[in-house]
């Protein structure tokens, strides 16, 4: 099956300091790449739907500011937490989407601790 | 705004029994996703539905479709400790990009 690729799967960062989330489809090309936010015991919040060569989409509630979102081409999106506070730490999943019928991918999520 | 809600949330049950998890979705969709997700890791696709009367079973694991009702369930035939995960259904909007995800329920098979 399609492989997407997140990295890194873990990262300890200072607070203030701004953290950048890479996810890249292997084998196919993603038109569509979905960011979530997932808290301890809950179910995952989509953030933005990235759409290669636009800009990303945000739900509501969200920081464009602060949640930086480059889908620059048909593999790769990458999530930039800017000045990242310890509110931010959670876990970040992506996913890409390959055609029909509309099947998403996951990567393997990035937990997020900021200190 | 689509609400995608799975009953139980959490689900312990012995190994060997039989259980449903159900997911009710408030809005159209003729596609719906079902995924385990293991402690500390990513999503795992297990389903996907993409009519109404769709069936399709892996395993230990049978789910089924209902567009008509908006509901969808997922079987567990004989559970064993493997099974152990927490499970969720996802739903499409009618625009077809984007994903709504059901609460999760969070199943604990005891040997």
């Known amino acids: 099956g399609a492989v997407v690729s997140q990295h890194p799967s873990r990262v300890i960062c200072k607070s203030g300091t701004s953290v950048k989330i890479e996810c890249r489809s292997l084998?196919?090309?993603?038109?569509?790449m979905f960011w979530y936010r997932q808290f301890p015991k809950q179910s995952l919040m989509l953030m933005a739907t990235?759409?290669?060569?636009?800009?990303?989409?945000?739900e509501q509630g969200v920081e464009k500011d602060k949640f930086l979102i480059n889908h620059a081409s048909l593999t790769l999106s990458t999530l930039t937490v800017t000045s990242a506070h310890p509110e931010d730490s959670s876990f970040y999943i992506c996913?890409?989407?390959?055609?029909?019928?509309?099947?998403?991918?996951f990567g393997a999520g990035t937990r997020l601790s900021v200190l | 705004e689509l609400k995608v809600e799975q009953n139980p949330l959490f689900l312990s049950m012995q190994e060997g029994k039989n259980y449903t998890i159900y997911c009710n979705y408030s809005?159209?969709?003729?596609?719906l996703y079902w995924y385990r997700q293991d402690p500390g890791k990513s999503l795992e696709s297990l389903f996907v539905?993409?009519?109404?009367?769709a069936v399709k079973q892996e395993g230990r694991l049978m789910a089924s479709l209902d567009t008509k009702a908006r509901l969808s369930t997922l079987h567990i035939t004989a559970a064993v400790h493997d099974l152990s995960a927490t499970y969720f259904c996802?739903?499409?909007?009618?625009?077809?990009?984007?994903?709504?995800f059901g609460t999760g329920t969070s199943l604990t098979v005891i040997p």
């Open positions: 990235s759409n290669e060569g636009s800009k990303a989409t945000y």
């Open positions: 996802a739903v499409d909007s009618p625009t077809g990009n984007q994903f709504y």
């Open positions: 996913s890409a989407m390959a055609g029909k019928p509309n099947i998403q991918y």
């Open positions: 809005t159209t969709s003729d596609r």
């Open positions: 084998d196919f090309q993603a038109t569509t």
């Open positions: 539905l993409l009519s109404n009367g």
